[in-house]
């Protein structure tokens, strides 16, 4: 997968519109950033990731005048959906058990998503689930085999969809 819309991009930040015409080719792989980005106000928000063939979507309520007001001034903002949803968005979505912060902009790591970590604090992650992550899986789950219960990990990189409504 392609890396333009990681953690440090400015596509996050700044009011640019990225292949637009990308818009109107439906859930395939190509990337895409349209103007409804910082336009469109909304009450909820409908996150999806394509893993293969599979697409899998969920819901959450959320107010806000656009996506680019909840996200550009990287300010951290909760979201509370269950932990299970985050997982499921993949076909083998893993997480650890601890810590668990989700939202938007979390510990600048994270645009969308939810982090976890084996320990109780979130200062040290092991993993995560999420759009717009740092570094270079753009969109999808990481977590390091090593801290795992089942010692298997994840690095799973994949196309993600963000809709409003």
Not at 83 to 90: I, T, V, Y
Not at 118 to 128: F, L, V
Request: proline share 2%; hydrophobic share 30%.
């Amino acid at each position: 997968m392609q890396q333009t819309f990681r953690y440090e991009s400015p596509y996050w930040v700044k009011t640019l519109e990225f292949k637009p015409k990308n818009g109107l080719t439906g859930f395939d792989n190509s990337e895409t950033k349209l103007s409804t980005y910082w336009r469109t106000p909304f009450k909820k928000i409908c996150l999806g990731m394509k893993q293969g063939k599979d697409l899998r979507f969920f819901a959450l309520s959320k107010t806000a005048m656009s996506l680019h007001s909840l996200i550009a001034d990287g300010k951290y903002r909760e979201t509370n959906v269950a932990k299970s949803s985050w997982k499921n968005l993949l076909k083998d979505g893993q997480l650890q058990r601890k810590c668990n912060k989700q939202g938007f902009n979390i510990l600048k790591y994270v645009r969308i998503g939810i982090m976890s970590n084996q320990e109780d604090d979130c200062k040290t992650c092991d993993s995560w689930i999420g759009f717009g992550l740092k570094g270079e899986n753009t969109c999808g789950n990481f977590a390091a085999k090593k801290w795992m219960e089942t010692k298997q990990g994840a690095d799973e990189k994949v196309m993600g969809y963000i809709l409003v409504q």
